[in-house]
């Protein structure tokens, strides 16, 4: 072979073999993608969606696609972009159940808010998943950050966020700190919220963030309200707390550790340590000598703060002890919305007993309750008739009763419209546990503000992300959201001022499945929002 075809071949063999070395690399480097702007990372589909996809959770693949659907319906009218950011996969089953109620709320609230106010701009909604416990939360505000940005996409909204975590605590940092505005329909925790001052000022550590939902300190405020005015005075307590750091776990601790009891002092607080949000680990040996030390006591109230798993662990184990066939009440926070769906028909008999008497209660402040306003209507109006006389005329009831009740029926009609459209939802959206509420909430008060702060013609310019959220603290007064959990009137701080908590209590009653049972509203403040919900100039 010719010295010159030699080298010829050899070049040719050296490219072939660093062209491949290139493509192998390539294919090596090119992400996963599970969905078009989901990529699939350590086995999770992390991203964001707006066309329907699952995220590989077949629980909600069918409001996945009514969400897909209405984008599609309004694709061609002046709109703005909303995303919805949750963990949207989950081992499972109840978890994803409750998936499927905050999606349902979502979809719900974007129909309510494109059609209610009848102007533009209608809301995209897009679905953001972080990974479980928001672990990739930082590749989806990278994604977020650069829609906002983008003329096509228009972000102008954050809504979501069911867990008080570090990791979440992050991303609302990191959003608002870009000027995104965010709406947390579903956090509790005390940590991840502007302070608001006695001067009505506000320390803004999250400019931009609003809140639909009490703080922990709020709820158990409105807990120890209720039961003051039920005439539960004599009540022994004692805390239970989950040493892992969890900001709905500490701050609802350090909010029940406030609460000033009018009984005898109980026990000393007592302590447990969970693994994580949705792991059991060695609690339930940890809450078998829990139960034992209560029963040594005389406590017959005990304060719960810890996660729903840990919460149906530690309330077996208090009525497997048998405890001289004394009755318990466990009271906890917002989390334990999510109990009654964990809980077997074998949980229920053992919570029973022998004798068919319930062992164990479970109450807690529920951010709201579908039966609220007309169980509360109903006493309003007979306490009127046995004061005055006389049946109350429509005028006489009270707003903070008769507008939540009108936007719950508002909620119901767009279940029943759902229906007659033939589009299905997954299942038939159980308002029970408040998730479908609360979310449904958070997107007709994100609609408002992006109303409320359009300028110009809709057709050539949408509001800025700043306009929006400027907006939060104007909500309140005149421009109240009337929402289905209650009149949302948002403070300087852009904080829920005086928002009711829907007292419940999870009885296992005598036979059968347990019931969920309203039993009464709860205020912050001790008394309802003022008229037409005009926040005083000196908030307690």
Same mark, same amino acid.
């Given at each position: 072979?010719?010295?010159?075809?030699?080298?010829?071949?050899?070049?040719?063999?050296?490219?072939?073999?660093?062209?491949?070395?290139?493509?192998?690399?390539?294919?090596?480097?090119?992400?996963?993608?599970?969905?078009?702007?989901?990529?699939?990372?350590?086995?999770?589909?992390?991203?964001?969606?707006?066309?329907?996809?699952?995220?590989?959770?077949?629980?909600?693949?069918?409001?996945?696609?009514?969400?897909?659907?209405?984008?599609?319906?309004? $694709?061609?009218?002046?709109?703005?972009?909303?995303?919805?950011?949750?963990?949207?996969?989950?081992?499972?089953?109840?978890?994803?159940?409750?998936?499927?109620?905050?999606?349902?709320?979502?979809?719900?609230?974007?129909?309510?808010?494109?059609?209610?106010?009848?102007?533009?701009?209608?809301?995209?909604?897009?679905?953001?998943?972080?990974?479980?416990?928001?672990?990739?939360?930082?590749?989806?505000?990278?994604?977020?950050?650069?829609?906002?940005?983008?003329?096509?996409?228009?972000?102008?909204?954050?809504?979501?966020?069911?867990?008080?975590?570090?990791?979440?605590?992050?991303?609302?940092?990191?959003?608002?700190?870009?000027?995104?505005?965010?709406?947390?329909?579903?956090?509790?925790?005390?940590?991840?919220?502007?302070?608001?001052?006695?001067?009505?000022?506000?320390?803004?550590?999250?400019?931009?963030?609003?809140?639909?939902?009490?703080?922990?300190?709020?709820?158990?405020?409105?807990?120890?309200?209720?039961?003051?005015?039920?005439?539960? %005075?004599?009540?022994?307590?004692?805390?239970?707390?989950?040493?892992?750091?969890?900001?709905?776990?500490?701050?609802?601790?350090?909010?029940?550790?406030?609460?000033?009891?009018?009984?005898?002092?109980?026990?000393?607080?007592?302590?447990?340590?969970?693994?994580?949000?949705?792991?059991?680990?060695?609690?339930?040996?940890?809450?078998?000598?829990?139960?034992?030390? /209560?029963?040594?006591?005389?406590?017959?109230?005990?304060?719960?703060?810890?996660?729903?798993?840990?919460?149906?662990?530690?309330?077996?184990?208090?009525?497997?002890?048998?405890?001289?066939?004394?009755?318990?009440?466990?009271?906890?926070?917002?989390?334990?919305?999510?109990?009654?769906?964990?809980?077997?028909?074998?949980?229920?008999?053992?919570? %029973?007993?022998?004798?068919?008497?319930?062992?164990?209660?479970?109450?807690?402040?529920?951010?709201?309750?579908?039966?609220?306003?007309?169980?509360?209507?109903?006493?309003? =109006?007979?306490?009127?008739?046995?004061?005055?006389?006389?049946?109350?005329?429509?005028?006489?009831?009270?707003?903070?009763?008769?507008?939540?009740?009108?936007?719950?029926?508002?909620?119901?009609?767009?279940?029943?419209?759902?229906?007659?459209?033939?589009?299905?939802?997954?299942?038939?959206?159980?308002?029970?546990?408040?998730?479908?509420?609360?979310?449904?909430?958070?997107?007709?008060?994100?609609?408002?503000?992006?109303?409320?702060?359009?300028?110009?013609?809709?057709?050539?310019?949408?509001?800025?992300?700043?306009?929006?959220?400027?907006?939060?603290?104007?909500?309140?007064?005149?421009?109240?959201?009337?929402? =289905?959990?209650?009149? /949302?009137?948002?403070?300087?701080?852009?904080? $829920?001022?005086?928002?009711?908590?829907?007292?419940?209590?999870?009885?296992?009653?005598?036979?059968?499945?347990? =019931?969920?049972?309203?039993?009464?509203?709860?205020?912050?403040?001790?008394?309802?929002?003022?008229?037409?919900?005009?926040?005083?100039?000196?908030?307690?």
């Amino acid at each position: 072979m010719p010295r010159w075809r030699k080298i010829l071949y050899s070049v040719l063999l050296v490219g072939a073999i660093v062209a491949g070395v290139a493509l192998t690399t390539s294919l090596l480097r090119r992400p996963d993608t599970c969905a078009e702007g989901v990529e699939r990372i350590e086995g999770e589909c992390v991203g964001v969606n707006g066309e329907g996809y699952d995220f590989g959770t077949p629980e909600i693949a069918d409001v996945a696609r009514a969400i897909a659907r209405e984008n599609q319906r309004i $694709a061609n009218q002046p709109h703005v972009t909303v995303a919805m950011m949750l963990p949207l996969q989950s081992d499972r089953e109840a978890l994803r159940r409750q998936m499927r109620s905050d999606l349902q709320g979502a979809y719900l609230g974007q129909r309510q808010a494109n059609e209610g106010e009848g102007e533009p701009p209608r809301i995209r909604l897009v679905l953001a998943n972080p990974g479980q416990a928001y672990g990739r939360q930082e590749e989806v505000v990278d994604t977020l950050l650069r829609m906002a940005a983008s003329p096509e996409d228009r972000l102008r909204a954050v809504t979501g966020f069911n867990l008080s975590l570090a990791a979440t605590e992050a991303a609302v940092k990191r959003l608002t700190e870009n000027k995104i505005p965010v709406l947390a329909a579903r956090i509790s925790g005390d940590r991840i919220a502007n302070e608001d001052r006695p001067d009505g000022m506000a320390t803004l550590k999250f400019p931009g963030l609003a809140r639909i939902l009490p703080t922990n300190n709020d709820a158990a405020q409105a807990l120890a309200n209720f039961n003051g005015e039920r005439g539960r %005075r004599n009540l022994r307590t004692v805390l239970v707390y989950d040493k892992r750091p969890d900001g709905y776990n500490e701050s609802l601790a350090r909010a029940f550790s406030r609460i000033k009891e009018k009984g005898p002092a109980g026990p000393a607080a007592m302590s447990f340590e969970s693994p994580s949000i949705d792991e059991a680990g060695s609690t339930g040996n940890q809450f078998t000598q829990t139960a034992n030390n /209560i029963c040594d006591s005389e406590a017959d109230t005990i304060y719960f703060a810890g996660r729903t798993l840990h919460l149906r662990i530690f309330a077996l184990k208090l009525a497997q002890v048998g405890c001289e066939n004394r009755h318990y009440t466990i009271v906890s926070g917002s989390d334990a919305a999510s109990l009654r769906q964990a809980m077997t028909e074998k949980d229920w008999a053992q919570l %029973r007993g022998d004798d068919g008497r319930a062992k164990v209660t479970v109450q807690y402040a529920a951010p709201a309750h579908p039966d609220a306003w007309t169980t509360e209507l109903t006493a309003w =109006t007979q306490d009127h008739k046995a004061t005055h006389g006389n049946k109350p005329s429509a005028q006489d009831l009270p707003q903070y009763l008769t507008e939540p009740q009108a936007a719950l029926d508002t909620l119901r009609n767009q279940i029943k419209a759902t229906r007659r459209e033939g589009i299905a939802l997954g299942s038939t959206p159980n308002l029970d546990d408040s998730r479908t509420m609360l979310v449904y909430d958070g997107l007709i008060t994100i609609g408002k503000a992006l109303h409320q702060a359009q300028r110009g013609a809709p057709e050539t310019t949408a509001p800025t992300r700043e306009d929006v959220g400027r907006q939060w603290s104007l909500l309140q007064s005149r421009h109240r959201v009337q929402a =289905t959990s209650g009149l /949302i009137c948002l403070t300087t701080g852009g904080n $829920a001022y005086d928002k009711p908590a829907a007292i419940v209590e999870l009885d296992p009653g005598r036979k059968g499945e347990g =019931t969920l049972k309203f039993v009464g509203l709860g205020w912050p403040t001790g008394k309802p929002q003022p008229e037409n919900c005009v926040i005083p100039s000196t908030t307690p």
